[in-house]
Nanobody, 129 residues
Framework: QVQLVESGGGLVQAGGSLRLSCAAS????????MGWFRQAPGKEREFVAS???????EYYADSVKGRFTISRDNTKNTDLQMNSLKPEDTAVYYC???????????????????????WGKGTLVTVSS
């Protein structure tokens, strides 16, 4: 069993930065590929970034490529560094884990609840113009 808790969301002006963190519990964290997804008001959840089990491979949505960076460490944290934020980045951001999918496979998911093994409850990011 893995529990995921996101933190780091908040209100930021356009052009600013935020760093989201996802803290995982459970002894088998090292077996999971991790992903970040987001859901904007009135829209479906979408893929943002994913990272492989050993942190070697990273994948990004085109909309965030070059601005966001995903990382993970050995202490069960998966972070999302978000720079040059835009108002269209406003959304609830979710951390998710999969024991069977690769980071590349995660990158083509729509973010439905059944896509990943575990989901966090989300953290709200609001970017003002």
């Amino acid at each position: 069993q893995v529990q995921l808790v996101e933190s780091g969301g908040g209100l930021v002006q356009a052009g600013g930065s935020l760093r989201l963190s996802c803290a995982a519990s459970g002894r088998t964290f090292g077996r999971y590929a991790m992903g970040w997804f987001r859901q904007a008001p009135g829209k479906e959840r979408e893929f943002v970034a994913s990272i492989s089990v050993r942190g070697i491979y990273e994948y990004y949505a085109d909309s965030v490529k070059g601005r966001f960076t995903i990382s993970r460490d050995n202490t069960k944290n998966t972070d999302l560094q978000m720079n040059s934020l835009k108002p269209e980045d406003t959304a609830v951001y979710y951390c998710a884990a999969s024991s069977s999918l690769s980071a590349q496979a995660i990158s083509v998911l729509r973010g439905s609840a059944g896509d990943m093994d575990y989901w966090g409850k989300g953290t709200l990011v609001t970017v003002s113009s």
